[in-house]
């Protein structure tokens, strides 16, 4: 399963989705990321701004769970959830859900759908600072050195 949205996530019911998975499945491991109050480039952020092409988005998504699921054989369940719109600070931005048959490869498959994410879904961000207003964010070194390690 994978979307974009601009309702607030239900980790619970996120979670309780992905134990829903088959008897053999041994693990779940999940990833919630938030709205922090300060980035790498700026302090004070109060909330954020995230814009997609829904097509395109869900496109990248998809691709991504299709290439999970290749390599990781023992994957049962994925589930990739990113809120679009404005997110308020402490607020989840996404949710990353895997079950598998063995925690090795739910805890993998976990990181590289997040290291996917941040460089090959067409997401673009704005941060709101306080006292500056809104400013656009740019995609990290960090975040592609991190996606290029599986390859």
């Not at 938030?34 to 097509?55: D, F, H």
């Not at 809120?83 to 607020?91: D, M, S």
Request: a neutral charge.
């Amino acid at each position: 399963m994978y979307r974009i949205q601009e309702a607030p996530l239900d980790i619970n019911v996120l979670t309780q989705e992905l134990t829903e998975s088959s008897s053999e499945c041994g693990a779940i491991v999940t990833f919630t990321g938030r709205v922090r109050g300060s980035s790498e480039a700026n302090m004070g952020v109060k909330e954020i701004y995230l814009e997609s092409y829904p097509s395109m988005t869900n496109k990248a998504m998809m691709e991504i769970v299709e290439e999970v699921k290749l390599r990781w054989r023992a994957v049962e369940k994925v589930s990739i959830i990113h809120r679009v719109g404005v997110i308020g600070l402490c607020e989840p931005i996404v949710f990353v859900g895997v079950s598998s048959k063995h925690r090795k490869d739910s805890f993998e498959a976990a990181s590289f759908i997040m290291d996917q994410l941040k460089t090959s879904v067409p997401l673009w961000k704005k941060e709101n600072i306080e006292g500056q207003g809104w400013a656009w964010v740019n995609a990290k070194s960090s975040d592609k050195q991190a996606a290029l390690r599986w390859y």
